[in-house]
């Protein structure tokens, strides 16, 4: 039976959920802020989490980057009220694979669960380090480092994904619905233009302070690194 940690300030929602997703025939766990949430995952294993953002002690986003920092596999839904594209980005950018906007619909909410834990099952651990570069560009699959022209090059867990994907896929162009699907996934509702945000911040990283530009877009189709 797959375990989940419902992390949420507010008992009653916090029951609410506890009881819907043991009726859907899941083992819950509960933490009251993000103090709580991160001392828990450290002495527990879990499926699944599901982070309130608005806590006391420790909010959800900083709860979240902690967790993630632990164990990266860790996969965390964010429950937030917020549903501003930019929350919704420093969330992902915190580590979160995905994210619900409180009211939320229970179906949606379990749809999403079941999606991140599949997730989770389909993930197999490297035997070796995995390598892959474009020119002066490498990137370590298994160490998730990134390098050009020797320079060591930070990024987020959604950046390195879409960078991935696109170095994975160089010399073909990627229509934003493509891109989307693969990295956010299927089950994803947001808008389009995270895409767009996301490839700056890639240039910015990947691109601006050398002279060759890797990452290019075709108006009117997508990007394509070549």
């Given at each position: 039976m797959e375990k989940i940690l419902i992390v949420e300030d507010e008992k009653k929602i916090a029951r609410i959920v506890e009881l819907q997703l043991k009726y859907a025939g899941y083992e819950t766990d509960l933490a009251q802020d993000g103090a709580e949430a991160i001392d828990k995952c450290l002495k527990n294993s879990y499926d699944l989490i599901l982070m309130d953002i608005m806590m006391p002690k420790v909010d959800g986003l900083t709860a979240c980057k902690e967790i993630k920092r632990h164990d990266p596999n860790n996969k965390i839904i964010m429950l937030t009220a917020k549903d501003d594209i930019q929350d919704v980005i420093t969330g992902l950018d915190n580590g979160a694979d995905d994210y619900?906007?409180?009211?939320?619909?229970?179906?949606?909410?379990?749809?999403?669960?079941?999606?991140?834990?599949?997730?989770?099952?389909?993930?197999?651990?490297?035997?070796?380090?995995?390598?892959?570069?474009?020119?002066?560009?490498?990137?370590?699959?298994?160490?998730?480092?990134?390098?050009?022209?020797?320079?060591?090059?930070d990024l987020s867990k959604t950046e390195f994904d879409l960078l991935k994907h696109l170095v994975i896929n160089k010399g073909i162009v990627l229509t934003r619905e493509q891109i989307l699907n693969k990295v956010w996934g299927y089950d994803y509702y947001g808008s389009l233009n995270i895409v767009d945000v996301y490839i700056k911040y890639l240039r910015d990283k990947i691109d601006r302070n050398y002279e060759r530009k890797i990452i290019q877009t075709v108006r009117g189709r997508g990007y394509v690194v070549k």
């Open positions: 619900v906007t409180k009211p939320f619909i229970f179906d949606e909410l379990l749809a999403r669960i079941r999606a991140n834990i599949r997730k989770t099952a389909s993930i197999v651990a490297p035997s070796s380090e995995e390598m892959l570069h474009f020119e002066d560009l490498f990137i370590n699959t298994s160490t998730y480092e990134v390098s050009r022209e020797n320079d060591q090059i």
